[in-house]
């Protein structure tokens, strides 16, 4: 049987399928090239069983997206600038995670990684017998409502990236898996053209500039000073929020955010508010909204 012929019958067979289970797919695509996710919407006008709720092109508009639209099926890119698609999923809670295809431009050596982890992966340039095999996987894996088991790979993915050991299905169906998983020794950053990976106990506090995050850190060991050193990125303090553990990295004002374990003296203010302290000299200010943290900080 030729590629052509295959193609055909595995399409059959896949709207068959999709006819059985009577709704059709709801998908996002995420890519950061503009020409990638019209030539795969192209490819997808071609399976009416599939219908685009949303196309994005960083991963913090995908993660608001899938939260929007809550939809069964993501194509998602692996290199994307800024949060590429690992870490793009370390953003979804477990119980709202979709069935996952991940596009790359990978070559084949490397997809074996990360193979066994998702529904299924396209290669760029997106052929169209390929997509339809992975569409037929899709709809297979969302019929027999496996989505306990794929939420399990996908954690083992990201254990695997995080340096942890591998979760089992019993730890993945805890509401705070990904939660937990988040709450790693170290944060990467990208810094301009770099990425980071902070030691947590290094941070001392973050703050907001306009639509940038400034994280400020004792710096590398071998060239500590006083003063530190300053690491800048393109985010908000809620995306922050979610990748740190709230109760070692409390908020204490609308544009701050402090390591609790770095604070030695908090001195209230005759408004409500308070003065914070910390080892390195830096004082911050505890706003009134914020004072229920302060069990957290003394």
């Known amino acids: 049987m030729d590629r052509a012929v295959d193609s055909r019958v595995v399409e059959r067979e896949r709207q068959s399928e999709s006819a059985a289970h009577g709704t059709r797919l709801r998908a996002l695509i995420v890519d ?3 020409l990638a996710r019209r030539g795969l919407e192209i490819r997808l006008e071609a399976h009416p069983d599939v219908e685009i ?3 994005y092109g960083d991963g913090l508009s995908a993660i608001a997206g899938m939260r929007e639209h809550r ?3 993501v194509f998602l890119d692996v290199q994307m600038p800024g949060m590429d698609g690992f870490e793009t999923l370390r953003s979804i809670p477990a119980h709202e995670m979709p069935l996952v295809v991940f596009v790359t431009a990978y070559d084949h050596y490397a997809i074996r990684a990360f193979e066994a982890s998702a529904t299924d992966y396209l ?3 997106v052929e169209e017998g390929r997509l339809a095999q992975a569409l037929a996987r899709v709809q297979q894996a969302r ?3 496996e989505a306990s088991g794929h939420c399990a790979h996908l ?3 990201l254990g695997e990236l995080s340096g942890r050991p591998l979760l089992d299905l019993d730890e993945a169906l805890k509401p705070d898996a990904l939660e937990q998983l988040r709450r790693d020794d170290k944060l990467a950053v990208r810094d301009g053209g770099r990425t980071v990976r902070v030691d947590l106990s290094s941070i001392r506090w973050i703050d907001a500039a306009g639509d940038y995050m400034c994280i400020h850190t004792d710096g590398p060991a071998d060239r500590a ?4 050193e300053t690491l800048v990125l393109r985010a908000t303090m809620r995306d922050l929020e979610k990748q740190l553990d709230p109760q070692r990295f409390p908020r204490i004002h609308r544009s701050t955010i402090v390591n609790a374990r770095r604070v030695v003296e908090l001195r209230p203010h005759t408004n409500g508010e308070g003065f914070l302290r910390l080892d390195c000299g830096q004082e911050l200010k505890l706003s ?3 004072r229920d943290k302060l069990a957290l900080l003394i």
């Open 123 to 125: 290669l760029k340039p």
């Open 143 to 145: 019929s027999q409502r």
């Open 71 to 73: 939809p069964d099926l």
């Open 53 to 55: 709720v949303g196309e």
């Open 32 to 34: 950061d090239e503009p």
């Open 225 to 228: 000073a006083p003063q530190g």
């Open 288 to 290: 009134r909204t914020h």
């Open 155 to 157: 954690l083992g993915l």
